[in-house]
């Protein structure tokens, strides 16, 4: 791997003359795909790109993020450093990004030279709540009431009117539980604002859901579509826990999931995947919580049990290439591992991987932290025995926090 450093100076130099900006539409195995970030979603998306027979250059503000490892090229630099972002630009024949914190001034630099797969547009809608809520009910979709909130009078004014428990969340930057605050209308409007701490946030009415679901929709530039099946997710302090697959719904809210998810990629204008979670409510209706123009933490399991995996119909999509087939080949049970795991030492490997079934996955991150993705597992089983694989994959994952101990089993 080839690692480029940045050298923060914003003079971007001209393109150059044989390098066609966007109007390319489809890129065959061997041309270059460029990351925008370095996490697990970013290495996952560069070993699928890989194995298609595709190069890979990474470029990300941290050195040597997990991607780096996979990729053939690797700028290290500030995403508002154009010159580094020319050099990258010179360097790929089509952008795609791996989380959706992106300045959108950077986006919209890269798509001057080249294809940007979701571009600048999608992205500053789906990275931004207000945008997104505003999106979300401006074209019919199903969302919870919320308000947009610019300072404490407005949230007092808010907490008022929707009298009900809510979740203040901050407009950018949120992700994993972060920046949010759960509120009753006494509470104190000021204090909440200062502790906040954002210019700008959501205020969302608590909804009383049944379950979660996400469903995962690929779309290429002919305006193709796919979605995934349905799979059904739990949280735990705001974090992705556990994702079932396939979800146990109604099929008809499996459908209805499936066709406002397809609905969104459509009027987003998407090219690659986007990925909508819902509220599930008691008598089956939908209500989208959130959107991300990405692989999805909750199609971790796709890697094993669906025909052609999130990662790969990502590559497929951004490059124009035919989407592949996405029934399930098993059904699975994907838990993520987070550092908590590791607070009493390395964590029991070993008895993980003496399990049938079992598919470990782990990103290459050096410093486990309480909260910080790791790695996940997916545990595949037969429909029949779905309840008992996940409370199996469940136990497993408190089983190797005991290290040696864990022998006992």
């Not at 966007?22 to 979603?41: K, M, N």
């Amino acid at each position: 791997m080839i690692k480029i450093e940045g050298d923060n100076t914003n003079e971007a130099p001209a393109p150059s003359e044989g390098k066609s900006p966007v109007s390319a539409a489809i890129f065959l195995p061997g041309a270059t795909i460029g990351i925008l970030g370095s996490g697990q979603l970013g290495r996952m998306s560069a070993m699928a790109a890989k194995s298609l027979g595709y190069r890979v250059a990474v470029l990300d503000e941290v050195a040597d993020g997990p991607a780096c490892s996979c990729a053939d090229l690797s700028f290290t630099a500030s995403f508002d450093d154009l010159d580094a972002l020319a050099r990258f630009a010179e360097a790929v024949d089509v952008v795609t990004v791996e989380f959706e914190n992106i300045p959108i001034g950077a986006l919209e630099f890269l798509e001057t030279r080249v294809p940007v797969r979701p571009s600048a547009s999608v992205v500053r809608t789906c990275q931004d709540r207000v945008l997104e809520k505003e999106f979300l009910q401006n074209n019919g979709f199903p969302v919870a009431p919320f308000r947009v909130i610019n300072s404490a009078e407005e949230l007092a004014s808010a907490l008022s009117e929707l009298n009900s428990l809510c979740i203040l969340k901050t407009a950018a930057l949120g992700y994993d539980g972060k920046g949010q605050i759960s509120l009753k209308p006494s509470d104190d409007a000021a204090s909440a604002w200062k502790q906040l701490a954002a210019p700008r946030a959501v205020l969302e009415q608590r909804i009383a859901f049944a379950s979660e679901a996400s469903v995962i929709c690929a779309r290429t530039f002919a305006g193709e579509t796919l979605c995934f099946p349905v799979q059904a997710n739990v949280h735990r302090n705001g974090i992705l826990d556990i994702t079932t697959v396939p979800a146990q719904l109604n099929p008809s809210v499996l459908v209805k999931a499936q066709e406002i998810t397809s609905a969104i990629a459509v009027k987003l204008g998407v090219i690659g995947l986007i990925t909508a979670e819902f509220f599930v409510m008691e008598n089956g209706d939908l209500i989208v919580n959130e959107l991300a123009p990405r692989p999805h933490n909750s199609g971790h399991h796709t890697l094993e049990t669906t025909m052609t995996s999130q990662f790969a119909q990502h590559v497929r999509a951004v490059c124009g290439l035919p989407l592949g087939p996405v029934e399930l080949r098993s059904s699975g049970v994907m838990v993520n591992l987070l550092g908590d795991l590791w607070q009493s030492g390395e964590p029991d490997w070993e008895l993980l991987l003496r399990e049938a079934g079992l598919f470990l996955h782990l990103y290459g991150k050096r410093e486990p932290k309480a909260g910080r993705k790791m790695g996940h597992f997916t545990l595949l089983s037969s429909q029949a025995s779905h309840p008992e694989a996940q409370k199996r994959a469940i136990e497993l994952r408190e089983l190797i926090k005991y290290g040696a101990e864990s022998d006992r089993l």
